[in-house]
């Protein structure tokens, strides 16, 4: 009897047609998906990395080489840098395929490279998260759980165990607050499900619902955060119509007070937004 794909293989075919699409690599059971970083030194594992007291020294040298300078920009430059991918990983693969990658603290590695930064995020756990009906239901790199809502459950809950040491540890060396700093893992969360189901052409209502169940999840296990990112609608009747609002300013117009707002900053006003956001419709070249 022939064995069933490993669950993780069916979150990276998924992925593969989006213009946006930032796995990690993955070094996990039959699956290799692994890029190459010239000038890597060392690979950090999460749980190590805090352990060992080097989050702070590696965010120092990071910021006096590359910058930015102020405090709260560059702490969630540093952590889009370590979980963006973990986080995409998770949130589109829910969305795109109903399993979920079981993150653990010490199977995810980060590459630092001779230029002074962190390369692509590792992981080398196959473990996932599925239906009982999925197809990889008895494989044995899946976790059989028995609905979405346990789906998020899980997955939420070992999301959070697997960031929480290197979320506590930016925020004792930087003092930016937890709530900031988790806000913007449940932005990033509600974001990589839209971001697929606009460039699919699909319902970006539903979608952010299904996120939205997501972020529950993530709160009940531990997250906190002042506001939860918003949907905006801003072209009725447009396939891409809708874009989101997020609940936390992640300071980039701190470290860059020329850049301004970003689009999808709480701070800056719905008419400039949607002014801005038309704009893109009418010239997709001004889209980041």
Not at 50 to 77: C, M, S, Y
Not at 217 to 228: I, N, S, W
């Amino acid at each position: 009897m022939a064995v069933a794909q490993a669950p993780l293989q069916a979150v990276v075919d998924a992925c593969a047609p989006l213009k946006f699409a930032p796995l990690p690599d993955i070094l996990a059971g039959d699956l290799v998906v692994r890029r190459e970083h010239p000038g890597t030194e060392h690979y950090y594992r999460a749980d190590l990395m805090v352990a060992e007291d080097t989050v702070g020294a590696l965010f120092d040298q990071i910021t006096a080489h590359h910058g930015p300078g102020h405090r709260l920009p560059a702490a969630t430059h540093f952590l889009r840098a370590l979980l963006r991918e973990p986080i995409f990983m998770v949130s589109a693969g829910i969305y795109l395929t109903g399993r979920a990658a079981l993150l653990e603290r010490r199977h995810l590695w980060f590459p630092w490279l001779s230029n002074i930064g962190f390369g692509t995020p590792m992981i080398t756990s196959p473990r996932t998260a599925v239906l009982p009906g999925d197809p990889a239901a008895g494989h044995p790199d899946s976790v059989v759980v028995a609905d979405d809502d346990a789906l998020d459950r899980i997955a939420a809950e070992h999301l959070v165990a697997a960031f929480t040491p290197v979320i506590h540890a930016v925020h004792a060396h930087t003092r930016v607050g937890l709530r900031t700093l988790w806000g913007w893992v449940l932005d990033t969360l509600h974001f990589y499900m839209l971001n697929p189901a606009r460039f699919l052409g699909r319902d970006a209502e539903a979608a952010w619902d299904r996120a939205d169940r997501l972020g529950d999840a993530l709160v009940r296990a531990g997250a906190v955060t002042r506001a939860r990112p918003r949907l905006f609608p801003f072209c009725a009747g447009h396939p891409r119509g809708t874009w989101a609002v997020r609940g936390t300013c992640c300071f980039d117009y701190k470290g860059d007070p020329e850049h301004g707002y970003c689009t999808t900053c709480p701070l800056k006003s719905d008419t400039d937004r949607r002014a801005e956001l038309r704009e893109w419709l009418r010239n997709p070249a001004l889209a980041p």
